[in-house]
């Protein structure tokens, strides 16, 4: 039986955002009137991330290091448009807590997709992060979703945004 305590969590991934806007600026930089072959990016990871699961549910800041692949691409459309995705993945991203010393290994996938019209608008951004962090023995994994989504319409003006960020203390059973 599988057991969870979810928990909302603010907090900041710097590299994964900064690579997933990466990915469209790399995306678009084959100009607005050509289809862009895919970009691929490896980037080093040295980040430190709060989990409140670790150290018996106190929470401890747990430090990683590894590498991250990108790859994106964009595409014109025949309207002036201009579309892109990416998505970027963990490889070997290994990481200590800084208080117990205790070894975690993370995995980590960030989708991104984006659509602008002619000119910049409208524009639809949808991005979809999942990082689920593992450790060995049981009641030490935990699960991060960040969702957010933006629409902006051709005069400029925000119809719609959220961002929906969740934690969840993935209980094991031995």
């Known amino acids: 039986m599988r057991q969870s305590q979810h928990r909302n969590a603010r ?4 590299t994964a955002t900064m690579l997933g806007v990466l990915g469209v600026v790399l995306g678009m930089a084959a100009g607005p009137s ?3 072959a895919a970009t ?7 980040s430190r991330l709060f989990l409140p699961c670790a150290n018996g549910g106190a929470g401890e800041v747990v430090h990683f290091t590894g590498t991250i692949l990108g790859v994106s691409s964009g595409s014109a459309d025949g309207a002036g448009g201009f579309h892109s995705r990416s998505i970027e993945v963990e490889q070997g991203v290994k990481g200590i807590g800084e208080t117990t010393g205790r070894r975690y290994v993370e995995q980590f996938v960030n989708l991104f997709s ?8 409208p524009l639809v951004s ?3 992060e999942i990082y689920r962090v593992n450790s060995a023995g ?19 003006e925000v119809t719609v945004t959220f961002d929906d960020t969740t934690m969840e203390c993935l209980a094991q059973t031995p």
């Open 126 to 128: 949808t991005q979809q």
């Open 34 to 36: 050509a289809s862009a």
């Open 40 to 46: 691929v990016i490896r980037v080093p990871v040295d």
């Open 138 to 156: 049981p009641g030490f994994d935990s699960q991060i979703r960040i969702r957010n989504h933006t629409t902006i319409n051709a005069n400029g």
């Open 11 to 14: 907090f900041r991934a710097p």
């Open 114 to 121: 984006s659509t602008t019209g002619v000119g910049g608008f």
